[in-house]
């Protein structure tokens, strides 16, 4: 069965400073999907980014990139220039290739502080 | 603003009560999914439907119970729920994961049901 961990169930980091996000995931699988999820706390939860396994290039979009190691099963998110609207819980998600179940994990919350 | 609604945004009821909790996505999609997210727990999907039909159903209690007219609109029928079963319950959409290539999920902003 599939799992994905995170770690680290809360982080805090100074605006316009890096921070990285840790989820370890585990699979047997070789062709699969993770994502990055953002849940403000509005609580509508909105992608960040994703990656296909078969790509060995790493995922970015504007501040926020990847790094993804697939032998080691680790997908970290890193946010560059934090910003206040950065804060939220933040969920790592695993899902097989043309299958329909998705598996997050516990999440991490993420304050940016000013 | 994802395409992706629910209503309502908040929900009380006692134990003996039936409610809906609905769904409509605005992104001509074809799966649609149902999720529960307590506190410190992961997302725990309840239910999915595929051009209609449902195509996931994980261990869920009868007392829950779905329903999908069309590939816009979902729903959630609850009746004689437990105070356990308090949660936000949010719907996603996407792309049927076995005929598109769109893997991607979209979701909405839930609702907050308090069981009394």
């Known amino acids: 069965a599939q799992t994905v961990t995170q770690s680290q169930p809360e982080m805090s980091v100074q605006e316009a400073e890096t921070v990285t996000l840790s989820c370890t995931y585990d699979?047997?699988?070789?062709?699969?999907?993770l994502f990055w999820y953002k849940q403000p706390p509005s609580r509508q939860m909105i992608l960040v980014i994703r990656?296909?396994?078969?790509?060995?290039q790493n995922a970015t979009e504007n501040r926020f990139s990847v790094n993804f190691q697939k032998a080691a099963k680790s997908f970290s998110l890193k946010i560059s220039d934090s910003q206040l609207g950065d804060t939220a819980m933040y969920f790592c998600a695993f899902k097989l290739s043309g299958t329909y179940k998705y598996i997050f994990g516990t999440g991490t919350r993420l304050k940016v502080l000013a | 603003e994802t395409g992706v609604t629910q209503t309502p945004r908040h929900l009380v009821m006692g134990m003996t009560n039936k409610k809906s909790l609905k769904c409509e996505q605005h992104l001509g999609h074809n799966a649609m999914y149902w999720y529960k997210q307590s506190a410190k727990k992961p997302l725990e999907l309840m239910f999915v439907y595929s051009l209609e039909e449902r195509v996931e159903n994980n261990s869920v209690p009868s007392r829950f119970s779905p329903e999908c007219p069309n590939s816009s609109h979902l729903f959630l029928h609850l009746h004689t729920l437990q105070p356990e079963d308090s949660a936000l319950y949010l719907c996603?959409?996407?792309?049927?994961?076995?005929?598109?290539?769109?893997?991607?999920?979209?979701f909405g902003p839930g609702t907050r049901l308090l069981v009394l």
């Open positions: 990656q296909e396994a078969y790509k060995q």
């Open positions: 996603a959409s996407s792309q049927d994961p076995q005929t598109g290539d769109q893997e991607t999920q979209y």
């Open positions: 699979t047997s699988e070789n062709n699969y999907y």
